[in-house]
């Protein structure tokens, strides 16, 4: 399901950009039992340029995720 995000130019967030906004989101996710598999916060730059760097990234990013067991 996430190469599915992947392809569709969203990439995943790293830490340091999490907003406070959405750290609350994710604090009222986990409260509610949603932290119980692994989630991941992801975001589509609308730049070009971002988009090709990001979908570099995001190939690379799957890659190792996928080589897990």
Not at 22 to 50: F, K, Q
Request: proline share 6%.
């Amino acid at each position: 399901m996430r190469l599915h995000y992947a392809r569709c130019g969203f990439r995943p967030i790293a830490d340091d950009e999490v907003t406070p906004g959405l750290r609350e989101i994710r604090r009222r996710e986990a409260d509610s039992g949603l932290d119980r598999w692994p989630r991941l916060c992801v975001r589509r730059d609308l730049d070009e340029l971002n988009d090709e760097l990001s979908n570099e990234l995001n190939d690379e990013f799957y890659d190792k995720l996928n080589d897990q067991p």
